[in-house]
């Protein structure tokens, strides 16, 4: 495992150099394994696609070289990492309202892909997604395991405000909105679910190597 | 009770920020210039942590309905003491408009202000709309209610100020000194030489998110494509424009673009100070260099506490 200083009150861990599942799960047992080995002066822990950066107090590690001393307990701790299929990914399903207000851009989507409104939901809640990062906003998951055939450009110009629970793709990826916040993802439908809770612990409902699964819910409308 | 007569440009609440919530994906957020919001509070007897108001260019007009103690640091405001309480009576306005030597003054009050708070803090974070003033810039007429009475501190009642020291004067070009950034060897050495041997112009488009700056551009010849990874105060991301971007206090979690460099946090109140249309100069330093002048920095805030607290 390769660590890399990143200024001096924080070192970057890489996990794995492909962003994938596998390494999304590795991502996830190295956090894990960090957070139940605590060390006096490091104060986030914060996973990503490839790797766990590891951000602390210089002054409050309190020796000679705080950056060796983080590195140092960072592979001790390593030593105590337990096999991914151990405790396995945590699943969620997700129930999206598709279309109409709720998913602005469902139509443009359908068109510019050349499919249906109707293949588009099939597609897009057809298969499992693996949260890769949380990130962008407070809470906001990034989904890998979008089909090809749903890969389409960001909007010309991003909306100023997107409504909380927008499920959202872009590119390879897809998302969901914990908050109202400007964006320019492509808007399919909206979720009831609450992604992020100040006032919960922790206050984001998923968190990296998470399966998570939409599911389409009719509408009064949609009867 | 503390009435705005005028808010200034942007002026927000701000206590030392979240940290401990950036798996979440919650920006550290706080204070830019943390070390003066600390001095601020510690010359009045608050908590280092307490919530202030951070006043970015031109700050507020302020009318206190009781009497109280501010105190101020960071930049300085015309005609009035700094680093050094001073005592407002009820029924004065307290003009704090014209800010220099710097880009961000910080005001502390004794007893401190009722805020609401989100995940233990009390800071604006814009991005998210929370706490502070519902998460939103001061505007005029607004209100901020000081906590209940609480005797001022005897050093309040003796003559003394806080050495300056802390606060070097901001000098153009500003200094920030940097250690090499994740991606350093991304980069040529010409890109190497361009980022070290410029001047670099502050854009007006800089904010509590970043510093943008422009000059020669540091360019990358093809590579591969970052995937995303945590990103940290101080942070130089290279967008592919070459004008590279120093990451400040309301940063995103993750960031996509490579880092070149990252500013030392002994630094980081001079990148807190810098104004738009001024220059920085960047300088590399070693990581044992960037180690031992934070720690010097915190020993000299740690003799301040302890001078003031003698006078109490």
Redesign the interface.
């Known amino acids: 495992m390769l660590c890399r200083p990143l200024g001096d009150s924080a070192v970057l861990v890489e996990v794995g150099n492909r962003a994938d599942d596998e390494t999304a799960q590795n991502v996830h047992a190295l956090t894990e394994v960090l957070l139940t080995h605590p060390f006096p002066g490091v104060v986030d822990i914060v996973p990503a696609y490839t790797t766990v950066a590891v951000h602390f107090d210089p002054v409050a590690v309190g020796q000679r070289s705080p950056l060796a001393a983080v590195q140092s307990w960072i592979e001790r701790s390593c030593v105590d990492i337990r096999p991914v299929s151990q405790s396995g990914p945590r699943e969620w399903i997700v129930p999206v309202v598709y279309g109409g207000e709720f998913g602005p851009d469902l139509a443009w989507v359908a068109e510019h892909l050349g499919l249906s409104a109707t293949e588009v939901i099939q597609r897009h809640a057809a298969q499992p997604y693996t949260v890769r990062a949380i990130g962008f906003s407070p809470g906001f998951p990034y989904l890998a395991g979008l089909p090809e055939s749903l890969r389409t450009p960001r909007r010309a110009t991003p909306r100023t405000q997107v409504p909380a629970g927008s499920v959202g793709i872009a590119g390879s990826q897809a998302g969901i909105y914990p908050q109202a916040t400007p964006g320019g993802w492509n808007i399919l439908g909206r979720t009831g679910l609450r992604l992020f809770d100040p006032d919960r612990r922790p206050p984001a409902l998923l968190r990296v190597g998470d399966r998570v699964r939409f599911e389409p819910v009719v509408t009064e409308s949609g009867k | 009770m503390i009435e705005v007569l005028k808010p200034g440009i942007f002026t927000t609440l701000q206590d030392l920020g979240r940290?401990?919530?950036?798996?979440?994906?919650?920006?550290?957020g706080g204070a830019v210039d943390r070390l003066a919001l600390r001095v601020a509070n510690l010359m009045l007897g608050n908590s280092e942590d307490a919530v202030g108001l951070e006043c970015t260019l031109r700050g507020p007009v302020l009318r206190f309905s009781e009497p109280g103690w501010i105190a101020v640091a960071g930049a300085r405001v015309s005609g009035r003491p700094w680093l050094k309480p001073w005592a407002v009576k009820a029924g004065e306005s307290v003009d704090l408009e014209e800010i220099v030597g710097g880009a961000r003054l910080y005001v502390s009050f004794q007893r401190g202000l009722e805020v609401p708070r989100?995940?233990n803090s009390a800071s604006t974070l814009i991005?998210?709309?929370w706490p502070g003033l519902i998460g939103r810039t001061l505007r005029t007429a607004d209100r901020l209610q000081l906590r209940a009475s609480a005797p001022p501190p005897p050093r309040l009642g003796r003559s003394w100020s806080v050495s300056p020291r802390l606060f070097p004067p901001v000098v153009q070009p500003a200094i920030l000194r940097v250690?090499?950034?994740?991606q350093a060897e991304w980069f040529s050495p010409q890109a190497h030489r361009a980022l070290l041997d410029h001047d670099y112009e502050v854009s007006l488009r800089s904010d509590r998110m970043g510093v943008r700056l422009q000059g020669p551009p540091i360019l990358r010849t093809a590579g591969p494509e970052l995937?995303?990874?945590?990103?940290?105060?101080?942070?130089v991301q290279v967008p592919p424009d070459g004008q590279p971007i120093v990451l400040s206090a309301d940063r995103?979690?993750?960031g996509g673009y490579p880092?070149i460099a990252?500013?030392?946090?002994a630094d980081r109140s001079v990148l807190a100070q810098v104004r738009p249309g001024g220059h920085v100069r960047f300088v590399l330093v070693s990581?044992?260099t960037?180690?031992d002048l934070?720690?010097r920095q915190?020993s000299a805030v740690a003799s301040l506490r302890t001078g003031l607290a003698a006078t109490d």
């Open positions: 940290p401990g919530w950036q798996a979440q994906g919650v920006p550290e989100l995940l991005s998210s709309g250690v090499p950034g994740p995937v995303s990874e945590a990103v940290a105060f101080g942070s995103q979690t993750l880092k990252n500013v030392i946090s990581a044992e960037a180690q934070v720690v915190e």
